[in-house]
């Protein structure tokens, strides 16, 4: 079904605001921990693994809720109006520093920041999965996508630049206060938006008629579903490379540039390389295959990464320049993945005679937190190894860490994404097979 531009721009603007949320934890929230809330990055960094290790567990749990869920809004529509206060709520407490002792803000940093992941992913597993089910052609799916993810990366954009300054003007000088009433804004704008996908899509794609509900069949379908094994593992890897380099570039500039300034206008440029980047997803996917295509991208990305090894401190547009790079070439991977999740849902019908959406995507996601906890962890325990020191001068290791991690470390695993891709099975013409297939059983 072709959809009209109105829906799939309202599906995509959700992803704006959930980017108020996810760009805030990926970007500032260690350093909040480190250099505001008052703890060590050890210690910041070992809750953060462990929380999202935990978060992880969640998902699937989340996926199979959503797809047993009836209303008279659909299955994941729901969701969008159920979840945002709660989610708002969780995010203020998590930026909130209490008077506490150490032992205290940890047990708050560990609540506040899994009930925030658990409340985020009650409300974006089903949003996932509502991209799958609005219609089951794949260029729509590429399209619509494409749109999402330009107002992801929009909204990262908007984040990565304003957040700083939002904190300051708010704060008056009290970083705490700032960050409060920063997450409290965000999180109004983030509803708004939620509720604008809730009134303009509509759920279309249902299971088959007569589909019995058993969760632990739902989770053999997916291990036994080869293309969605890959993409379960190149979901990890690639969010390990962007969160290593997103996650560091805060420390980057900081200690190893000496300009902290300067992170307002690096995410940025990114985000909106990347936005153009992924306006040109379903333009490219009519000349050269997903799997091709996401082997081709992933391979520059390695390249560019690599560079940043090589980049003086003082070689700022060099810096800049590579970053945009970066952004045009990782733009069009997310509506790549996202819409070939979407085919291994279609794919699972076909081989199985079973429809499980939800969980399709909540596995997928829980690869992706997996995937950013080990880019956390190894974050954490390089800045322990060299001897990290908040809000000082960092000794010649620890600037030697800080580069690596935005250069060389990041470019291993975007190889790493390349060669999961080989086994990757679903290409054009098997999509064709399904979708004819389907549709003539469905009838």
């Not at 047993?68 to 659909?74: C, I, V, Y």
């Amino acid at each position: 079904m072709i959809l009209s531009w109105r829906e799939k721009i309202s599906y995509g603007i959700a992803d704006m605001g959930f980017n108020f949320y996810w760009t805030n934890v990926a970007t500032f929230l260690l350093i909040f921990y480190t250099d505001v809330f008052g703890i060590s990055a050890a210690a910041a960094a070992s809750m953060m693994f462990l929380i999202k290790l935990i978060n992880a567990f969640t998902d699937p749990m989340i996926g199979a809720l959503a797809d047993r869920t009836s209303t008279r809004w659909g299955k994941f529509r729901p969701y969008l109006i159920w979840m945002p206060v709660p989610l708002g709520a969780a995010a203020v407490l998590t930026y909130t520093t209490p008077d506490l002792g150490h032992d205290g803000k940890i047990i708050w940093a560990y609540g506040t920041y899994l009930l925030m992941m658990v409340c985020y992913t009650a409300i974006n597993i089903p949003y996932n999965a509502l991209s799958g089910v609005m219609t089951a052609d794949p260029q729509e799916r590429s399209t619509v996508n494409g749109l999402r993810f330009i107002c992801a990366f929009g909204g990262s954009t908007i984040v990565t630049a304003a957040t700083p300054s939002l904190v300051r003007f708010f704060g008056g000088g009290d970083d705490k206060l700032g960050w409060q009433i920063t997450m409290f804004a965000w999180s109004v704008a983030a509803a708004l938006m939620f509720a604008i996908t809730f009134f303009n899509t509509r759920e279309r794609i249902a299971p088959p008629a007569g589909q019995k509900s058993n969760v632990v069949q739902d989770v053999k379908d997916l291990t036994r579903n080869g293309p969605w094994v890959v993409l379960f593992f190149l979901a990890l890897i690639i969010m390990v490379t962007i969160t290593l380099r997103t996650t560091t570039a805060a420390y980057y500039f900081k200690y190893y540039v000496g300009r902290p300034e300067l992170l307002a206008g690096f995410i940025p440029a990114y985000m909106m390389a990347a936005a153009a980047g992924a306006a040109l997803t379903p333009l490219m996917t009519r000349f050269l295959d997903k799997k091709k295509l996401m082997m081709v991208l992933m391979s520059l990305t390695a390249l560019l990464s690599a560079a940043f090894f090589v980049v003086p401190k003082d070689q700022v547009g060099l810096m800049f320049a590579l970053q945009v790079g970066m952004g045009l070439v990782l733009g069009p991977k997310s509506p790549l993945a996202f819409s070939m999740y979407a085919d291994t849902a279609d794919y699972n019908e076909w081989r199985t005679g079973r429809r499980a959406t939800a969980m399709t995507f909540a596995a997928a996601t829980f690869s992706q937190k997996l995937g950013t906890a080990l880019a956390v962890a190894v974050i954490g325990a390089l800045f322990t190894a060299l001897g990290y020191v908040p809000n000082a001068e960092q000794s010649t290791g620890s600037q030697a860490g800080i580069v690596w991690l935005m250069s060389l470390i990041p470019a291993f695993f975007a190889l790493m994404a390349v060669a999961a891709m080989f086994f990757y099975q679903l290409d054009a013409a098997k999509l064709k097979q399904i979708q004819s297939e389907l549709a003539e059983r469905h009838a």
